[in-house]
């Protein structure tokens, strides 16, 4: 019966210890990366959200041009082809006046802002692109029906709020998806 396992006999675990297949680090000490011997047990770390925020704000910057460049393409249809009097009278040209420059202006000057809102919840909820999703959402929705309850010509008002309509769902979906790219997951310490 002296010959069982952890005995000292044929096949026991430290007669082998030496032979290359059964060294790894940390033998003695316990495991790799776990406690050893006397030390108590470790509780699991919990994670913590991580924002990689340099390229968040760099699809946030590349946003900002996208929803300015939409803005100038908005303008340009329903000026040039549709023939509505939008930003300026027909007077001003394909582009319309000044009025075109600020829409470009606030729609980069809003996509930045849902960058810095997408930061911000990244860090600080759960589930930070649902509420993304539904607070650039209601914003869009607030900004396209604003339009329409002025005095201007019906077409006007429409085409105002379809191109703040199309800005926001750019906005919202461009910087949804730099949100979860930029999102990592790294072990507190």
Do not use: K
Not at 2 to 27: H, K, L
Not at 117 to 143: D, E, F, K, N, Q
């Amino acid at each position: 019966m002296s010959s069982g396992y952890g005995s000292g006999g044929q096949g026991t675990w430290d007669d082998r210890r030496d032979e290359p297949t059964r060294q790894f680090s940390g033998y003695e000490s316990g495991y790799a990366g776990q406690q050893g011997p006397g030390e108590p047990p470790r509780e699991p770390r919990p994670s913590a959200p991580a924002v990689d925020a340099a390229r968040l704000w760099a699809a946030g910057l590349a946003t900002a041009v996208v929803a300015a460049l939409v803005a100038v393409v908005g303008t340009l249809i329903v000026r040039a082809v549709l023939r509505i009097a939008f930003n300026g009278p027909a007077s001003s040209g394909a582009l319309g006046d000044s009025r075109t420059v600020l829409l470009c202006v606030l729609s980069a000057v809003a996509a930045l802002a849902a960058t810095g809102l997408a930061h911000l919840l990244l860090l600080s909820t759960p589930r930070p692109m649902t509420y993304l999703s539904w607070i650039v959402g209601l914003a869009t929705v607030v900004a396209a029906l604003i339009p329409l309850l002025g005095s201007a010509p019906i077409g006007e008002r429409v085409a105002n709020a379809v191109i703040h309509l199309v800005i926001g769902l750019v906005i919202s979906s461009l910087v949804a998806g730099a949100g979860a790219s930029a999102r990592r997951v790294r072990p507190v310490r």
